[in-house]
Nanobody, 119 residues
């Protein structure tokens, strides 16, 4: 059983930045950040493989968000810049055996952290 603990959410004005962190209790081949806004489906924001050789970003965040990881700390980060009100959502960290784009590909989930971007 892998446990994921997120931190770093909060309230920020449009154009601002936040960095989310996710500490994992063990190694996983792929880790991702998802988000879910009220009334919407959970969507993949960014994902990365353990080696860091493969990355994926949703089109809506390309050029603004950066996913990275520190293998020594079993921690994955999501640096979010130029935030927009439409980025407001609960952000979840997830881990799984392969880098996939759907929620079903990830077996372990964090508790979620709220990100609110005011206009």
């Amino acid at each position: 059983q892998v446990q994921l603990v997120e931190s770093g959410g909060g309230l920020v004005q449009a154009g601002g930045s936040l960095r989310l962190s996710c500490a994992a209790s063990g190694r996983n081949n792929a880790m991702g950040w998802f988000r879910q806004a009220p009334g919407k489906e959970r969507e993949l924001v960014a994902a990365i493989t353990w080696s860091g050789s493969r990355l994926h970003y949703a089109d809506s965040v390309k050029g603004r968000f950066t996913i990275s990881k520190d293998n020594a700390k079993n921690t994955v980060y999501l640096q979010m810049n130029s935030l927009k009100p439409e980025d407001t959502a609960v952000y979840y960290c997830a881990a799984g055996p392969l880098l996939t784009l759907g929620v079903r590909g990830y077996h372990y989930w964090g508790q979620g952290t709220q990100v609110t971007v005011s206009s």
